[in-house]
C-alpha cells in the first residue's frame, strides 16, 4: 500500500503524541496500561471489524491503522472502504488481527480519530449537497482544534469541500479589526500590496467598502453577514473584477440560497468547529495464541 501522507502533517509524530499522552508517558506511575498488562495475557490474539453505526463518509481510516501498528508491527490490517466513501450503518470499514494487549492499547487513540474526522467529512459532505447545482464551492476556515488543522482541513477536502488559507503565512486576509487599526478598506488594502503580498482577501460588511476595496487592489472579497439580496446586489457591482466569498453565520437550511446568489464561495466555520463525531465502533473477538 502507498504510505499515507497529508502535506505538512507527521502522521509518526502524531500517533507518538497521542498514544504517549493516553499511556501517560512521563507521568509518576505511567508510560503503559495498567488494565490490559494486568488482564490480557502478553501473548492473547484478537480479531477485530471497525464498523460504522451510521451513515457517513469516511476519513481517518489510514490514520488509525498506524495507531495500531505503532503498537504491534506484525499486525494483520485490512481496510475496506476508500477514503471518501458514502456507506450505510454497519458498514465494515477495517478488519485486524494481531497482538490484544497493543490493539486494545491503541483502540481509543484510533476511533477517536477516525470518529472525528469522519463526523468533519460526513458534515462536509452534507453542506456540499446541500448548494446543489450551483458554481459555488465550499470552504472551511481556520476555526480548527489546535494541533489538529492538518487532520481536519484533510477530512474536508475528503467531504468533498475545499481548503481556504492553511494559516496566517499564505494569504492576507484583512478583516474588521484590521480595517480599524489601517482606518479603512482602501488604507488596509494598500498596506498589505506594498508589503508584497499577492494575495489579498479583504472582508466587507457594507456595499460601500466593497467599491474602495476593489479600487485598491484587493485579489478577493470576503461578503461577510450579508443576505442573499445584499449578495446579489455586491455581486452585481463587483461584476466579475474579483472572486467573491461569502461568509458568517452559514447554515445547513442556508446554504443553498447563499450558493445560489452567484458567488464564487462560501465558507462555513462550524464544518470543523462543530461537526459532532461519527458513530463509529470497533468489535474484538479472542483467537488462539500461535
Not at 195 to 214: K, T, Y
Amino acid at each position: 500500500m502507498t504510505q499515507f501522507a497529508i502535506p505538512g502533517f507527521d502522521i509518526e509524530a502524531f500517533v507518538a503524541a497521542t498514544l504517549a499522552e493516553d499511556l501517560g508517558n512521563g507521568l509518576p506511575g505511567g508510560g503503559h496500561d495498567v488494565t490490559s498488562e494486568s488482564v490480557i495475557p502478553s501473548d492473547a490474539l484478537f480479531s477485530g471489524v471497525m464498523d460504522s453505526r451510521d451513515a457517513i463518509t469516511v476519513c481517518g481510516l489510514p490514520i488509525a491503522a498506524a495507531f495500531f501498528r505503532a503498537l504491534d508491527p506484525a499486525i494483520a490490517i485490512e481496510i475496506l472502504v476508500e477514503e471518501g466513501a458514502q456507506v450505510a450503518p454497519g458498514t465494515d470499514l477495517m478488519r485486524l488481527v494481531g497482538n490484544a494487549r497493543a490493539m486494545l492499547t491503541a483502540e481509543r487513540s484510533a476511533l477517536n480519530t477516525v470518529q472525528h474526522l469522519s463526523g468533519v467529512a460526513t458534515l462536509t459532505r452534507q453542506y456540499v449537497d446541500a448548494m446543489g447545482d450551483t458554481r459555488a464551492k465550499l470552504l472551511d476556515t481556520r476555526k480548527t482544534i489546535p494541533g489538529l488543522r492538518h487532520l481536519e482541513k484533510y477530512a474536508v477536502r475528503t467531504g468533498g469541500g475545499h481548503n481556504h488559507r492553511m494559516g496566517l503565512w499564505d494569504a492576507a486576509m484583512i478583516k474588521d479589526n484590521h480595517v480599524l487599526v489601517a482606518g479603512g478598506v482602501a488604507e488596509a488594502v494598500q498596506r498589505a500590496l506594498a508589503a508584497g503580498i499577492a494575495d489579498v482577501i479583504c472582508e466587507v460588511d457594507r456595499i460601500d467598502q466593497i467599491e474602495p476595496a476593489l479600487a485598491a487592489g484587493a485579489t478577493r472579497l470576503l461578503l461577510d453577514n450579508m443576505g442573499p439580496d445584499t449578495l446579489r446586489e455586491a455581486i452585481a457591482l463587483v461584476a466579475g473584477r474579483v472572486p467573491c466569498e461569502a461568509s458568517g453565520g452559514v447554515r445547513l437550511d442556508t446554504i443553498a440560497g447563499i450558493a445560489a446568489t452567484g458567488v464564487d464561495y462560501v465558507s462555513v466555520g462550524r464544518l470543523t468547529q462543530s461537526a459532532p463525531a461519527a458513530d463509529i465502533g470497533l468489535d474484538f473477538t479472542p483467537l488462539d495464541a500461535a
